[in-house]
């Protein structure tokens, strides 16, 4: 079956500006986590949905990060105001439910590049 | 503070010659310890979790091992298709399931 999409696979904007990154989790996962990945650095969790409940948005470096999930499904990650600092490697995965045992798929990525 | 360590950074082998990377961690409690292949340019590939101490579990020449601070993942035999960077995360107890902490990784080069 599909795996964890997400789009576009490649991005560069210009300091100042918002981006939208999309994820499309595989059918039927509730849980659905957005991590970074900075050059260098290992994988930085940001914020995690599982179902109807409120996201854990711990890992948000600043309010200019938000994410929603519609409809339990799709999630769109949006940076305001980017930075260079925000240039990174956005990983999403999803898994069947939020629990011990349930792994992690990961999506292939969306690099951004703030210029 | 919470923490994951993996060693080496990088680890060059002849095709054939086993070995062992390491990942250290430190942490208030230990719910699972997770392993992860990734390939450039794409997300990290599931390879195993571990729960306790003593705990082993095997996959084709990958073996993974734990211990109350540091878990093994030995390549017997590597070929050059094992070439990728292992990443090594915990999730921590008292933290939401799923949210995974990363270590930095070890990026493994196997040579024909």
């Known amino acids: 079956g599909a795996g964890v999409s997400q789009s576009p696979s490649n991005k560069v904007t210009e300091k100042g500006k918002d981006v939208e990154l999309r994820c499309d989790p595989i059918s039927g996962h509730t849980a659905l986590y957005w991590y970074r990945q900075s050059l260098g650095q290992g994988l930085e969790f940001l914020i995690y949905?599982?179902?109807?409940?409120?996201?854990?948005k711990s890992g948000l470096p600043s309010d200019r990060f938000s994410a929603e999930r519609t409809g339990g499904s799709v999630s769109t990650l949006t940076i305001q105001r980017t930075q260079q600092e925000d240039s990174a490697v956005y990983l999403c995965?999803?898994?069947?439910?939020?629990?011990?045992?349930?792994?992690?798929?990961f999506g292939p990525g969306t690099r951004l590049l703030v210029l | 503070e919470d923490q994951v360590t993996q060693s080496p950074e990088a680890l060059r082998l002849q095709e054939g010659e086993s070995s062992s990377l390491n990942c250290s961690y430190t942490?208030?409690?230990?719910?699972?310890l997770f392993w992860y292949r990734q390939d450039p340019g794409k997300g990290p590939e599931f390879l195993f979790t571990l729960y306790s101490a003593g705990e082993e579990k095997e996959k084709e020449r990958l073996k993974a091992t734990l211990t109350k601070k540091e878990s093994f993942l030995h390549i017997t035999a590597p070929k050059p298709e094992d070439s990728a960077t292992y990443l090594c995360a915990v999730e921590i107890s008292g933290t939401s399931y799923g949210k995974l902490t990363f270590g930095q990784g070890t990026i493994l080069t196997v040579h024909p």
């Open positions: 949905f599982q179902g109807n409940s409120a996201p854990d």
């Open positions: 995965a999803s898994s069947l439910v939020s629990g011990r045992q349930e792994t992690q798929y």
């Open positions: 942490v208030s409690g230990l719910r699972g």
